[in-house]
């Protein structure tokens, strides 16, 4: 499986997975503009999704998904609490709605459900398989449950939130009642409890972490770096932006890479 963060942040989040010639986006929350315009920076036509999933209703996960999805007539894959929550009126033959926990197949993927934490009306992550490999993508955590601790337990490849630094959002300019969201239980994952996470049910299945939805108000790449560096020593670490779209990286490679890494350390 191949598979790139197209856009993250909380200023706008679209995940891109693909097996073989078939493809899927994780949220298109980026308008529809600016997604054409990163998937070309990478090589991939708009023709070859043939679905979205959606996580939530909130504006940084479906900003460019009516647009999008009209233009190439995709099907959308997103919970009726979601769906009614979006206030979108997309066309009836390109809305399937599932449950929060289930699983959907396209091509050759399957497509797991992930329910959560998170402050909106029927919320879910997805964990994307082809049978040899999984990627689950775990963004929107407002704390820790079992069903996102069991993902990073079996995953090859995790893509978590690592939203906020507790410091600067103590410290910033948002509201009491923002800074009080963000850090409820219902909002995001800090730093700080992203990596007592990963450290906690991490195994040795995986081979690369890409953090991803920082806040663009209270944390940096430098800061989730720094913090997550020492603890990545044998896998491929990465920090996906809200600037720019990641490399396409590819599951089959990452063995070799590891590998390579664990040889160096030897060494």
Not at 104 to 116: A, L, N
Request: charged residues 20%.
């Amino acid at each position: 499986m191949k598979y790139c963060a197209i856009a993250s942040g909380s200023n706008g989040n679209c995940y891109y997975v693909a097996k073989g010639d078939t493809a899927i986006l994780i949220d298109a929350g980026i308008n529809s503009k600016h997604i054409h315009l990163r998937m070309y920076n990478l090589g991939i036509l708009p023709t070859q999704i043939k679905a979205v999933f959606v996580t939530h209703e909130h504006s940084d996960h479906i900003r460019g998904l009516s647009v999008f999805v009209k233009k190439y007539n995709i099907p959308v894959y997103i919970t009726n609490g979601s769906y009614e929550g979006t206030r979108l009126h997309l066309p009836s033959h390109l809305v399937h709605i599932i449950a929060p926990d289930e699983v959907t197949e396209i091509g050759e993927m399957k497509i797991y459900g992930i329910p959560k934490y998170h402050d909106a009306k029927e919320p879910c992550s997805f964990l994307v398989s082809d049978g040899a490999h999984n990627i689950g993508i775990l963004t929107d955590i407002g704390r820790p449950c079992k069903n996102v601790e069991h993902v990073i337990k079996h995953v090859d490849v995790l893509l978590l939130e690592s939203n906020f630094d507790e410091e600067m959002l103590k410290n910033g300019r948002y509201s009491y009642f923002l800074k009080n969201r963000i850090s409820s239980g219902w909002g995001h994952l800090s730093n700080t409890v992203a990596l007592d996470l990963f450290n906690t049910h991490r195994t040795s299945r995986l081979k690369h972490l890409m953090l991803t939805h920082l806040s663009g108000e209270n944390n940096s790449v430098e800061l989730v770096h720094e913090t997550f560096r020492s603890h990545c020593e044998d896998i491929l670490l990465s920090v996906a932006t809200r600037y720019e779209e990641t490399e396409i990286f590819d599951v089959v490679n990452l063995n070799a890479l590891q590998n390579d890494m664990r040889s160096s350390m030897c060494g």
